[in-house]
């Protein structure tokens, strides 16, 4: 083995320790599955070893990953067909107002908005992206990461009020 590729393994190694968990939050946020989600990251960094060659360093590693992760899982959605059988067509059922609070429920909360509003929401909010890199992970203008952001927002502090108003 030579010297670059014993750098590169080690690279891609640690790159995996810390994006792991990065693109498992994304993934189960996207197909709501334990393994999908678990499949999608194995798949993910499959493609990051792949390509590792080719990174430019345009980008931060993590937008790259998450990029490629977002990339995947669209695909992976038309294949399976997900966003006609469970994204689009979900319906935010109003909860219980004493059940607001948790974890599941701000997960359907999160998948009422519109496939891009939560995508926004995942990387900028959850993964504390720039806008910029949020931009880059999602191949549109900072101005677009921006406004779908405020929209989304705006969505899911409405959905709240509607619950707290019943």
């Known amino acids: 083995m030579t010297e670059r590729t014993q750098n590169d393994t080690k690279t891609i190694e640690r790159i995996y320790v810390t994006?792991?968990?990065d693109v498992y939050q994304l993934?189960?946020?996207s197909t709501r599955n334990h393994a999908d989600?678990?499949?999608v990251v194995q798949e993910v960094f499959m493609r990051v070893l792949q390509k590792w060659r080719y990174f430019r360093g345009d980008s931060h590693v993590k937008t790259w990953i998450?990029?490629?992760a977002q990339n995947y899982i669209v695909d992976l959605a038309r294949k399976r067909n997900l966003m006609e059988r469970s994204?689009?067509?979900e319906v935010y059922q109003t909860p219980d107002v004493s059940m607001v609070s948790s974890v599941i429920e701000?997960?359907?909360m999160l998948h009422s908005l519109s496939d891009r509003h939560r995508a926004v929401i995942v990387l900028r909010?959850?993964?504390d992206l720039s806008v910029a890199d949020t931009a880059k992970a999602l191949g549109c203008s900072e101005g677009m990461v921006r406004v779908d952001t405020h929209r989304a927002?705006?969505?899911l502090k409405r959905t709240l009020q509607e619950v707290d108003s019943m």
Do not use: P
């Open 87 to 89: 994204w689009s067509t």
């Open 66 to 68: 998450l990029r490629i």
């Open 27 to 29: 993934a189960y946020r």
């Open 153 to 155: 927002v705006r969505r």
């Open 37 to 39: 989600a678990e499949d």
């Open 125 to 127: 909010i959850m993964n």
């Open 19 to 21: 994006y792991t968990r």
């Open 106 to 108: 701000i997960d359907d």
